[in-house]
């Protein structure tokens, strides 16, 4: 009986033995993430058809490598293969300076870095190069240049250490696809359309973005299509503003049919009168929430502009901001509150766990102060600030108005802070200050940050890029309540005399929050639709002529704001 017994237990044991190691190893596979072939060198790319002008050789990329003893073989293949898909072009960098997506990246990389703390994808002094060069308005890059051949490689180096990090726990994730997050050869707009609608290349499934707003904006890529197929529509005819219901005209019956053509109405042509009623302009709410206008009855020139924007261009338009999106992480680990803030569309958006709470209006840089895309983090809330006007403005603006005026100064509440030929000036608190009673800080090398304003009716404008690259907010007050959170100590009527005391009061946030400012001039919202904004810096058009061989000049309105 006892023999039986130890008889029975070996073999139970033996039977666990082999269960288990056929257990483990199949869990150790399931945890291994399979390396595809290395890519072969695309011979087809060349300076005739490249998104870049500028090219590595594949002896600097080995010789990289092999400099560097902190990367394993993985980590050298996939860079291999990352060029060799490419024909060796830079990704980051073109002759005119850094590429769109290399701020993108930048960005994504850093606020990854914020809430992950991940020091394998961070180095001090990189990151201070990346910061300078952020900082210049122009930049010429060579290919004999030795430094930007370095920061090339080192980010796209970058580039595989997060996707590990990020990626680590989705095996399903195919680092494969990080071959097609940069553009490579440009083609027609048709050519890319039909590819995209086709899903085919870049636009391809396997290697699309994990991002449902990509998803959904290759949808309406094929629903734009089919208009344009259709014959697309016509331009309205206008003369003049029509600021109420109850006009009668034939731009009208143009605009029903334009709309018609979008698919805001339905019926025969022949059916729609000349008549602005009332049933009318329920549909005309619906369009101009879309394309970013107060939802009143006015039907002003700027609208019938953005209107006309042609068909084609809304559809490179799309294909635009299907790119940036490429840069955009479907979640994130930071399950706390964050900020973002779009500039074409002059909006501030608080989330919550992921999920968007509450928004409201902003002024943005105006063009030629263009406001930056970036990331960082606030972290202080400045009551009652003094605005230390930057070195551009005393040079451009304020040293031409003491000459003109000698009482400039005493007139605007500002002091000399130091002397020089373009002194160190700045406006003290009070309700003229051009901060109004409050900014808030994340730190950057920008010197970008929100605040107060005292110039309350720009935010009852449509277009509303007026500042000199700081956003300004529409309820301050708000944001102030929010991020301090403390009823007891800072409640409206604290805050309220913080921002009216005229002494500069800093107050420091128990938790930073996260900020993002953003550009994308097309997107979907629930049912809203499609959504379309202006280009008012002109990224879209820049991108378009690398991306495609027949770009479209962007339209921008040419009316003064």
């Not at 930073?512 to 990224?539: C, K, Q």
């Amino acid at each position: 009986m006892k023999r039986n017994l130890s008889v029975a237990i070996i073999l139970l044991f033996l039977l666990f033995s082999m269960f288990s190691c056929d257990y483990f190893k199949k869990k150790l596979q399931k945890n291994v993430r399979l390396e595809k072939p290395i890519t072969k060198v695309d011979k087809t790319i060349d300076t005739t058809n490249s998104y870049n002008n500028l090219f590595l050789d594949s002896v600097t990329v080995h010789s990289y490598l092999l400099a560097d003893s902190t990367l394993n073989e993985i980590l050298k293949n996939r860079i291999i293969s990352f060029y060799n898909s490419r024909n060796f072009q830079y990704a980051w960098f073109s002759s005119d300076g850094l590429a769109e997506q290399t701020r993108s990246f930048w960005n994504m990389l850093m606020n990854y870095h914020n809430y992950s703390k991940d020091s394998t994808v961070y180095d001090k002094k990189f990151s201070a190069k990346m910061n300078q060069l952020f900082l210049e308005d122009s930049l010429t890059v060579l290919e004999s240049d030795s430094v930007y051949r370095r920061m090339e490689l080192d980010l796209t180096r970058y580039l595989y250490l997060y996707a590990e990090n990020e990626y680590k726990n989705d095996l399903k994730f195919d680092m494969k696809s990080l071959e097609w997050s940069v553009p490579r050869k440009r083609m027609t707009l048709e050519a890319t359309l039909d590819s995209a609608i086709a899903r085919k290349g870049r636009f391809a499934n396997e290697n699309a973005p994990v991002n449902t707003q990509y998803v959904r904006l290759r949808e309406m890529l094929q629903k734009y299509k089919g208009i344009r197929d259709n014959g697309g529509w016509d331009s309205i005819v206008y003369k003049k503003d029509i600021p109420q219901i109850g006009y009668t005209g034939e731009e009208i019956k143009q605009l029903k049919i334009r709309l018609k053509r979008e698919g805001f109405l339905a019926g025969a042509d022949s059916t729609f009168t000349n008549v602005y009623d009332s049933t009318f302009y329920r549909i005309l709410r619906q369009v101009k929430t879309e394309y970013g206008y107060i939802p009143d009855a006015k039907i002003t020139r700027l609208f019938i502009q953005d209107l006309n924007v042609s068909i084609d261009e809304r559809l490179q338009q799309i294909l635009v901001n299907m790119e940036r999106m490429r840069w955009i992480p479907s979640q994130t680990s930071d399950t706390a509150r964050s900020i973002l803030v779009n500039i074409p569309e002059f909006k501030l958006f608080v989330y919550e766990r992921g999920k968007p709470a509450w928004d409201m209006d902003v002024v943005v840089g105006k063009e030629a102060s263009s406001t930056t895309i970036f990331t960082g983090n606030l972290n202080t809330i400045v009551f009652s600030p003094y605005w230390n006007v930057p070195r551009s403005i005393v040079k451009n603006e304020i040293l031409p108005a003491m000459k003109r005026n000698r009482n400039y100064l005493a007139r605007n509440n500002m002091e000399i802070v130091s002397s020089g030929s373009i002194p160190t000036i700045r406006q003290r608190p009070g309700p003229s200050n051009s901060l109004g009673g409050v900014k808030f800080l994340f730190p950057n090398s920008h010197n970008i940050y929100f605040h107060d304003s005292p110039a309350k009716s720009l935010f009852n404008t449509d277009k509303r890029s007026y500042s000199h690259g700081c956003v300004r907010l529409k309820e301050p007050v708000k944001l102030a309540e929010y991020l301090l959170n403390d009823t007891v100590k800072w409640n409206a009527e604290a805050i309220h005399v913080a921002m009216t005391s005229r002494s500069e009061k800093p107050v420091k946030l128990q938790k930073s929050i996260p900020v993002m400012l953003t550009y994308f001039t097309a997107w979907v919202r629930g049912a809203e639709g499609m959504n379309f904004r202006e280009d008012i810096y002109g990224h879209d058009e820049r991108m378009a002529k690398k991306l495609f061989i027949n770009p479209i000049t962007t339209t921008r309105h040419k009316e003064k704001k």
